[in-house]
């Protein structure tokens, strides 16, 4: 028997819900996709995506008999590459072990790559009806502020309430769509900065709302950690066959993506002049970018006379460098540096 809870977001989700092309779908890959690639893009971008890349790798047979640069080529536009490769790894797996067939619970699910306890819960949930929770950061907002959850966000302990708050919901018959009613509200009624709070089906049940600052929820701490600097020095070089590129080692920061060959870390520059033997004599352009954990800060260097580079298979140039799977600093600095018209 469904609470009064689950009542108001099943009928929130049945009559709200927007229409995304993984919501016409019961084929549980194309919902594995659909959550691999919602986990760190926004939706308007994976529903520009989503489609082209399903056309390509329809199915698990598909995807693992293609080679992984292929995939990550498919990837182009979604950014966060690792996805890519685990998707593909993941997908091999499932051929290799399970005749092509994912699991069909949350539990057998995680043992996938790429994986996790919010993306096994979705796709066990909405692919196969499993009643099990799946909390990200929409629904961790959702329910933070439902409870009025005080301890802090990502602390053990309020992960313990959320989840075992989205657990009660979920367990009812129709699990999929109540946890997509709670990622819907927060994409769309529950925001973080201005949450239309008159028009959200939980109103009367939102003890953050009772309280009259639903804003204070979910609470983050005060203290700003220092994110660190990381400064890049890449060369810019233009050729008639198109601009060089280099593809960055299989571990570490943007494993194995594409970038203007380049050097981080202190005296970038001069070890990037030593390594290539070219004389970086001009800064073109220069890009400043947030990740979670540091600043980066790159910039982009012409050099006289040409470089003449060597070839390797992990240096080429590329006629179209934006269409290659790049880090997103490369891509804003292949962008500034055409700006600035090199
Ligand atoms: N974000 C993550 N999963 C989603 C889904 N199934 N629908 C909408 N947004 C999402």
């Not at 009559?15 to 993984?22: A, E, K, Q």
């Not at 934006?322 to 891509?331: F, N, Y």
């Amino acid at each position: 028997m469904a609470t009064a809870l689950q009542r108001a977001l099943l009928r929130y989700y049945a009559s709200n819900h927007r229409d995304l092309p993984w919501r016409r779908t019961r084929d549980p890959y194309r919902i594995w996709l659909s959550e691999v690639m919602l986990q760190q893009t926004r939706v308007a971008t994976v529903v520009e995506r989503y489609d082209d890349f399903l056309s390509r790798f329809p199915d698990v047979r598909t995807l693992a008999a293609a080679r992984e640069e292929q995939v990550c080529e498919a990837w182009a536009g979604l950014g966060y590459y690792s996805r890519a490769r685990n998707l593909h790894a993941a997908a091999r797996r499932l051929v290799a072990e399970h005749s092509a067939q994912l699991p069909t619970t949350a539990d057998a699910l995680q043992i996938l790559p790429g994986i996790g306890r919010y993306t096994a819960g979705a796709i066990a949930s909405i692919a196969f009806g499993e009643a099990v929770p799946a909390v990200d950061g929409n629904v961790e907002r959702v329910l933070s502020r439902l409870l009025a959850i005080d301890a802090e966000a990502g602390s053990t302990a309020a992960k313990r309430r959320l989840w075992g708050m989205a657990a009660q919901l979920a367990a009812c018959d129709r699990p999929g769509e109540i946890n997509q009613a709670l990622m819907e509200l927060g994409a769309t009624i529950c925001s973080p900065r201005t949450p239309s709070c008159g028009s959200c089906p939980l109103r009367r049940y939102c003890a953050a709302r009772a309280e009259g600052d639903p804003l204070r929820y979910p609470r983050r701490s005060r203290r700003r950690v220092e994110r660190p600097t990381l400064r890049l020095a890449f060369l810019w070089h233009r050729t008639r066959s198109g601009v060089w590129l280099e593809r960055r080692p299989l571990r570490g920061l943007w494993a194995g993506l594409w970038q203007l060959p380049g050097e981080e870390g202190p005296s970038a520059r001069a070890r990037l002049s030593r390594r290539l033997g070219a004389r970086l004599t001009r800064r073109i352009a220069g890009v400043r970018h947030e990740l979670s954990h540091r600043i980066v800060l790159a910039s982009i260097y012409a050099a006289s006379p040409p470089p003449t580079l060597p070839h390797r298979a992990t240096l080429r140039s590329f006629a179209e460098p934006l269409g290659a799977p790049l880090s997103a600093v490369a891509r804003r600095a292949i962008i500034a540096a055409r700006d600035a018209g090199a």
